[in-house]
């Protein structure tokens, strides 16, 4: 767990919303991404732009061979980012290599450019969107990248969770993950969630705790077993409060509606197409 503190609001890496689910991304001055919630909250259509730049350095092959703890070292890099996405809260980093094939080797990752539509209608999306475009496999970066994908010495791709999107943004590691999938491998991944605040889920935990008392008080019908796994669950649930996943935090765009809709604008007349 990262707590951070000290830190001013907003942070560089951000997301400003508007009515009617129009939303955008910035680092700092530049606008990453456009955004807007689809009739009836079935998706969100987006388009990207050019610009953005990962909070992080650059890993190096002498790094990747040591293979060290990952979520320690995003997590310090983040700590002294000048364009990331911290603010003042809890933070979970931590190591994830499995997901459901659809994740990455399935549609549900973003590989065309700059416009695309995340659908939501079939309970949710969980995908990954790249924030810049995406290099062919035969690109020079991406086949040494390659090397390390079969040599097991790939360093983690940065996932960042965002609940407004119901899915991931790429932070870091975009070559990393085309190098991965070229070799038909899953990109090893730290991911970054905020967390609940403290009040929040100790809130929560009093609440359980009274219910859990409730619970000892009231006979529990049945075998003895049945009656330690009804009296095991309270503190099952109030253990994983402490990580329990909040949503993504975001902050008014200056200008509502008609600003967000000035840029939107702008973008269709540029590429009328997308």
Known sequence: ?????????????RFEVADAGRLLLRQGARILLL??????????????YEGYRSPVPPVRSALMREAGDWAHTYARRLEEAPEGPLYEARWHLGVRRRFPPYVWHGEDFVREWPACHLDWSA???????PLRRLSPPDAARVKAYRKHARAGTLAPVLLWWVSCLDGWLLLDGHDRAVAALAE????????LTRLSDEEDWRREADGAAE??????????????????????APGDAMGALPLQEARTRSWPLAGGVPAWDALAARAVFQCPGD
């Open 1 to 13: 767990m990262l707590r951070v503190r000290g830190r001013a609001d907003p942070p560089p890496l």
């Open 35 to 48: 955004g807007r919630v689809t009739e009836g909250n079935q998706g969100v259509r987006l388009r990207r």
């Open 123 to 129: 309970a949710g999306w969980n995908g990954v969107v």
């Open 184 to 191: 038909g491998l899953t990109p090893p991944c730290v991911v």
């Open 211 to 232: 219910a859990y008392r409730l619970l000892l008080e009231r006979p529990v019908a049945g075998d003895e077993r049945r009656r330690q796994v009804v009296l095991r």
